[in-house]
């Protein structure tokens, strides 16, 4: 679940390189950053759910922190988390 700083969101676009378009469960539409740590680990698809970390001093902005399972994508669905 997420912290206070941190949200749910949907991937809408993948930009090339480390960045993705993400559709916050907050109405917003931002731009995230794979951090490297999960660049090469984690494969992040159009349509995955990921929890972000939109930066302090850029609202427009997020740091992708992880990445759900389609298991765990489901289940946070069915609970009303996301749409």
Not at 21 to 40: A, H
Not at 55 to 83: C, F, M, P
Request: with cysteine; glycine share 8%; hydrophobic share 35%.
């Amino acid at each position: 679940m997420p912290s206070d700083d941190e949200v749910f969101a949907v991937v809408t676009e993948h930009l090339g390189g480390n960045h993705v378009r993400l559709r916050c469960v907050d109405g917003e539409t931002r731009l995230g950053r794979i951090p490297g740590r999960m660049k090469y680990r984690t494969w992040i698809n159009e349509g995955d759910v990921v929890l972000a970390e939109p930066w302090s001093w850029q609202d427009e902005k997020a740091n992708v922190e992880w990445r759900y399972t389609d298991e765990d994508a489901d289940q946070l669905r069915r609970e009303g988390h996301i749409q």
